[in-house]
């Protein structure tokens, strides 16, 4: 699909980061709940390492170090997440206009578990806009860079991949897209890429557009 000639058929949303700006708030929590296990990991380091990756990420990449995060770690990171999330947790700006113009079928695909996207689009007044369209790296069993997620969403969608677009903000999410066979647009518009070369980040990671505003979603 050449995104300057014609519309998909289905666009796939990631939720953190690309719906709802969580990126930050997630990885201060990842940060702090691993501190309280001993293991040290600033703000910065965890967006490099983990952003658009699952839970199951977090622990292999522990595991490839030969350090095992303790059985607490998980319920405790989860338990941090989802009440920082009710507590300060905003949309990304634009994104209930973008989604409210669309004229064709859309759907979120996410590394985060179910219920913390749904806590999410709740939260920011989003849920309504999507309500079981919801594809989660829980449902494959391989999460992003792999296309699993994806290319799940698109089938239950009933959509080729070829004819569908992609909007993420992560390395990884980019690749899994491009993967899948799918367009992908980056998207830099959250506080996380403050300070940083979002669009050569996603741009080298192969996205075929990348934006900062949702105001500019359309424009090519």
């Not at 699993?148 to 903000?169: C, I, K, N, W, Y």
């Not at 491009?178 to 980056?186: C, E, I, L």
Request: proline share 4%; net charge negative; with cysteine.
């Amino acid at each position: 699909m050449d995104h300057g000639r014609s519309s998909p058929d289905l666009i796939i949303f990631d939720c953190d980061g690309v719906l709802v700006d969580s990126e930050l708030l997630s990885c201060r929590c990842l940060s702090e709940i691993l501190s309280e296990f001993g293991i040290a990991l600033s703000v910065e380091q965890a967006l490099e390492l983990f952003l658009g990756r699952s839970t199951k990420a977090i622990e292999q990449h522990y595991r490839d170090l030969g350090q095992v995060v303790p059985d607490g770690f998980l319920p405790r990171l989860k338990s941090k997440v989802l009440t920082t999330f009710a507590a300060s947790l905003q949309p990304i700006p634009g994104i209930a206009g973008v989604m409210s113009d669309l004229s064709v079928p859309f759907c979120v695909a996410s590394s985060s578990d179910i219920d913390r996207v749904a806590l999410s689009l709740d939260v920011t007044g989003l849920r309504a806009q999507f309500g079981e369209r919801i594809y989660s790296a829980q449902m494959v069993r391989h999460g992003k860079p792999a296309p699993d997620l994806f290319l799940l969403a698109a089938e239950r969608m009933g959509v080729q991949p070829s004819r569908t677009l992609v909007v993420e903000d992560s390395v990884s999410g980019v690749q899994a897209g491009k993967a899948a066979g799918m367009t992908v647009w980056g998207f830099v518009g959250g506080s996380h890429y403050r300070g940083c070369n979002g669009r050569a980040i996603l741009s080298g990671a192969g996205a075929d557009r990348v934006f900062s505003r949702m105001i500019d979603f359309w424009e090519a």
